[in-house]
């Protein structure tokens, strides 16, 4: 008979290996924002709380009723007009579909536009909590796709698309790219030009549908002051009106998770037409009355106020800190034999080690004897590869705990390379 479990937890990390708050472990694996960046995110939100519930008590107090499907209008407004200034191009609100995260955003992308024996191609190395919730559509196939420098080798998922097309029955699209074009995860790459336009015909020709995990674009560092790369969202969406037929093929999955808090749980979609109408007509979100209506009101206040933006320059500022912290330590104590990414946005360094190391024994004796730990490749990968990668998150903790911590994993990596080679 089963029995009734209780974990007694405050944070997702809480009560195990991963608790990046354990400071008796150097935990280089949580892609969350730091207790420092949030106590100042809770500090903004309780004022833009206050300013909101207020104008609730003095009105119609809206926002505590059912929310429309897609998200208000003014949330919508809010939002695009936030997203355009980021983007330094036009996001327009009929485009935007209110979700309470890129996680949920797949989610309904999944049940909501995809065929049930669908196809989702994923990139040989990527999100692995996403590949989890995947494989959970259990009646859809995942097909892993090459990794290049600069995006998916364009030839190899021609080909894999070619082979799986199928007419979709019920839903718009037959399958699904899930990838990560800017700032990946884990590989910090961001995809060229080149590939973006060749992934626009691809999707274009066949129909696919391409779900960009866009949730780093905003936390470029080399520039801030310009433009982040161009989302291919917007390659899709320059077809919009001078191309005949033009339906529109990707879907930008964004969320406030990265760059405000991920406890609010709110995010969205930047979607084509033909993608909004079915989300407006879905289920949960109608019987939901939006995700997190709420929290959206609140958060249209923070853009509306300059909070959120604020903050956001805030968050940039202390993740280009402690990126370069990281970067600067890994060229003094790396392995020379060893090879690592130098990202100029995002969370993530990506780390390569002589083809003979396995980084998942690597990170339990670094675990076991130095006391500190990253996300071993094998976690990113659906096919069981990238065994002698290793990824380490610069994003929760400060420039000078970053410096000690990563030193110290360097020298656990030599230790363990001198281990394997003597025996």
């Known amino acids: 008979m089963d029995q009734r479990q209780e974990v007694a937890q ?129 009646t859809m196939k995942i097909v892993s796709v090459p990794l290049q420098n600069d995006g998916p080798d364009m030839a190899r998922l021609e080909e894999l698309v070619q082979k799986h097309q199928f007419a979709p029955s019920g839903k718009l699209f037959w399958g699904v790219y899930y990838t990560i074009p800017t700032f990946h995860n884990p590989t910090g790459i961001v995809f060229s030009g080149d590939k973006c336009q060749r992934l626009i015909t691809l999707a274009r020709n066949s129909d696919i549908l391409i779900a960009c995990d866009d949730v780093y674009n905003l936390l470029h560092y080399a520039n801030p002051e310009q433009a982040p790369p161009k989302r291919l969202f917007a390659y899709d969406i320059e077809g919009l009106g001078k191309i005949d037929g033009w339906r529109g093929n990707v879907i930008s999955n964004g969320t406030f998770s990265k760059i405000l808090s991920p406890g609010i749980r709110l995010g969205w979609m930047e979607c084509p037409p033909r993608c909004v109408e079915e ?20 958060v249209s206040n923070m853009i509306q106020q300059g909070l959120a933006q604020k903050q956001l320059k805030l968050y940039s500022s202390h993740y280009a800190e402690r990126l370069q912290a ?85 020298e656990a990596a030599r230790d363990y390379m001198s281990i394997v080679s003597s025996s």
């Not at 519930?53 to 003095?58: G, I, P, R, S």
């Not at 879905?282 to 009355?289: D, E, N, P």
Request: hydrophobic letters at 40%.
């Open 326 to 410: 990281m970067l600067d330590t890994l060229e003094a104590n790396l392995p020379k034999e060893c090879t690592f990414s130098r990202p100029e946005g995002g969370y993530f360094v990506w780390i390569r080690f002589p083809e003979h190391i396995d980084c998942a024994e690597m990170n339990k004796y670094s675990m076991e004897k130095y006391r500190v730990s990253a996300v071993p490749g094998i976690r990113f990968s659906v096919t069981g590869e990238a065994r002698n990668f290793i990824r380490l998150t610069f994003a929760f903790h400060s420039a000078d705990y970053l410096r000690k911590s990563v030193a110290t994993f360097c």
């Open 10 to 138: 405050n944070h997702l990390f809480d009560g195990g290996v991963l608790n990046v708050y354990d400071q008796h472990i150097a935990n280089l694996s949580a892609g969350a924002p730091g207790p420092d960046l949030l106590q100042r995110s809770a500090e903004l939100l309780c004022r833009a709380t206050e300013i909101r519930t207020k104008h609730e008590l003095e009105t119609n107090a809206f926002l505590f009723q059912y929310g429309p499907s897609i998200g208000t209008t003014e949330f919508r407004e809010s939002l695009a007009s936030f997203l355009s200034a980021g983007y330094h191009a036009e996001v327009n609100k009929s485009d935007l579909v209110q979700t309470s995260g890129a996680t949920s955003g797949l989610h309904l992308i999944l049940s909501t536009l995809v065929d049930l024996a669908g196809v989702v191609f994923v990139d040989e190395y990527t999100y692995m909590i996403a590949l989890t919730l995947i494989s959970q559509f259990s």
């Open 279 to 298: 989300f407006r007509k879905s289920g949960v979100l109608q019987s939901g009355g939006a995700a997190n209506n709420y929290m959206g009101g609140v």
